[in-house]
């Protein structure tokens, strides 16, 4: 029997250690493995059902990304919250925006439609929880950043916003209004 052609359209490969990175991320970021609590190899083994391998590059990525912490031969954990990451994360962010921000000029008429929709409800501190502003103002990173499309400045904004999102519930955590609705300002300018 002849082997059979393969179709035309390929499924994409996809790695286990790109399997494994996903279902510890989103376990991270929805509190199922919360801030502080240890990771032992034999009970991912076991939570994952696959090797020690891609667990360890799996780890590897996100330590590298500031969700877990590693120390050799003494632990692995989920990232203690920490004010000072976040402070960094938006700092890195505020830069970006600012930089993108005047990079906006260039968009297209579509592009630019979907930022002013996305600016629209923004503008102004919430009386809530300010885990919502900070997540518009994310989005609205990353939306600025796609439509660039660079790639690295993409990657940026999704490693920043991956760590602002996490210590955001750290007990101290204070989003600067200030700064926050001259970001949103300077961009409704410009978009406008």
């Not at 930089?99 to 297209?108: I, V």
């Not at 916003?161 to 007990?171: G, K």
Request: neutral net charge; contains cysteine; aromatic residues 4%.
């Amino acid at each position: 029997m002849p082997v059979p052609k393969s179709p035309k359209t390929r499924t994409p490969r996809i790695l286990l250690r790109t399997v494994v990175y996903d279902r510890l991320l989103m376990a991270v970021e929805s509190g199922t493995l919360e801030p502080g609590e240890r990771l032992h190899d034999h009970e991912l083994i076991e939570w994952l059902g696959t090797s020690r391998t891609p667990i360890r590059e799996a780890i590897s990525d996100l330590t590298h990304e500031g969700l877990l912490e590693t120390e050799a031969n003494r632990y692995t954990r989920v990232a203690c919250l920490s004010t000072d990451k976040f402070n960094a994360a938006i700092s890195v962010l505020r830069c970006l925006f600012r930089g993108m921000a005047a990079e906006e000029l260039r968009l297209s008429g579509s592009a630019r439609s979907a930022l002013q929709a996305k600016l629209a409800g923004l503008g102004r501190e919430p009386e809530g929880d300010q885990r919502e502003a900070v997540e518009a103002l994310l989005s609205v990173c990353s939306e600025l950043a796609a439509a660039l499309e660079n790639p690295l400045l993409l990657d940026t904004v999704r490693r920043a916003s991956m760590q602002a999102r996490f210590h955001v519930s750290a007990p101290a955590v204070r989003l600067n209004w200030i700064q926050y609705l001259e970001d949103i300002d300077t961009l409704k300018r410009l978009c406008g």
